[in-house]
């Protein structure tokens, strides 16, 4: 297992953030009883935050138009994606 956490942390990017005393010493309590370090529940909470955010994209035809007021006229699908990728 220590192998496979060396070469796990070799391909991971440190970051670091500023959290209050409070939360710190809540994420110290819950990983003493999980027996894990605090950085393994944080790493775990980014992973569900960003899976969330994964399942949450939406289709680019579902997002609301800007208020700049209505369209001039109705783009087809070709349309739209001749613009997005610049033809």
């Known amino acids: 297992m220590i192998m ?4 796990l942390i ?4 440190p970051i670091s953030t500023h959290v ?3 939360a710190y010493q809540e ?6 009883r999980s027996g894990r370090p605090v950085a393994d529940l ?6 569900d ?3 969330r955010e994964r399942r949450a994209a939406r289709s680019i035809r ?8 209505p369209l001039l006229e109705e783009w087809t699908r070709s349309e ?6 610049g033809r």
Do not use: C, T, V
């Open 4 to 7: 496979q956490y060396n070469m």
């Open 42 to 47: 944080i790493r775990e909470a980014m992973a």
């Open 27 to 32: 994420l110290k309590s819950l990983a003493a």
């Open 49 to 51: 935050y960003l899976a």
């Open 20 to 22: 209050s005393e409070s």
């Open 62 to 69: 579902e997002i609301a138009p800007h208020p700049s007021g």
């Open 80 to 85: 739209i994606f001749d613009e997005m990728i």
């Open 10 to 13: 070799r391909y991971m990017k």
